[in-house]
């Protein structure tokens, strides 16, 4: 099955601590995203990867940190610096077609509540 | 305001009927895609049309795109009620020195009425 996954589905942390969200994807693909939705809203993009050992900001990266070592995965870390974590996680991935971005394969989500 | 705006915000139609949705956006783009995301899942791609594109179909779906507008329009034919969901428009905002971004509008809810 090719696909994208993201574990765990629901995710609750107390205040204070830092959380790792986990994504896979067995696509083959070189770009990988992580954006964030809150109720009611788009998404907007968190960190993005076009290539293993590098990722760039996006719109909202204060708070959160990635790593990308491996083609197949782009774990998030949520940091206790960001003020306003609970949200809903969606992590995408796609071929890398420059200029541009290419049609996103999307994981299922994580929600994360932090009280 | 954003890059990619929706319109309607929220559309509630009769089973059959055609849906039409818009999106503007401000800046040039490689390409305009749209998403279907049902509650509480992750977004499904519909379709990708380039800057050099005027219209694309896909089964019931024809997009248009309207570079001197800036605008596009996603029409939903012959709507079912497994067409409810939230339609988003995605664009790339062109940056320099590799700040290229993708901008994903707030979205239009669909409620297909039976």
């Known amino acids: 099955d090719g696909g994208i996954t993201q574990s765990p589905k629901y995710l609750f942390r107390k205040e204070g601590q830092n959380v790792t969200l986990s994504c896979e994807q067995n696509?083959?693909?070189?770009?990988m995203y992580w954006y964030r939705q809150d109720p009611g809203q788009g998404l907007r993009l968190i960190y993005y990867?076009?290539?293993?050992?590098?990722?760039q900001k996006g719109d909202i990266a204060e708070g959160y940190s990635v790593s990308r070592e491996k083609k197949e995965s782009f774990p998030l870390t949520v940091t206790s610096a960001q003020k306003n974590p609970t949200a809903f996680y969606l992590c995408?991935?796609?071929?890398?077609?420059?200029?541009?971005?290419?049609?996103?394969?999307f994981g299922p989500g994580t929600r994360l509540t932090v009280t | 305001s954003q890059q990619g705006e929706e319109d309607p915000q929220a559309l509630s139609i009769q089973e059959g009927e055609n849906a039409t949705m818009n999106c503007s956006y401000k800046?040039?783009?490689?390409?305009l895609q749209w998403y279907r995301q049902n509650s509480g899942r992750g977004l499904v791609h519909l379709i990708l049309?380039?800057?050099?594109?005027r219209e694309k179909h896909s089964g019931r779906l024809r997009v248009t795109l309207d570079t001197s507008k800036k605008s596009s329009s996603l029409l939903i034919t012959a709507s079912r009620a497994a067409d409810t969901a939230s339609y988003f428009c995605?664009?790339?905002?062109?940056?320099?020195?590799?700040?290229?971004?993708?901008?994903f509008g707030k979205g239009t809810r669909l409620h297909i009425l039976p």
């Open positions: 696509l083959n693909h070189d770009a």
């Open positions: 995408a991935s796609s071929l890398n077609l420059a200029p541009g971005f290419g049609e996103q394969y």
């Open positions: 800046t040039s783009i490689n390409n």
């Open positions: 049309i380039r800057s050099n594109e």
């Open positions: 990867s076009q290539i293993v050992n590098d990722f």
């Open positions: 995605a664009t790339d905002a062109l940056g320099v020195n590799r700040d290229d971004k993708i901008i």
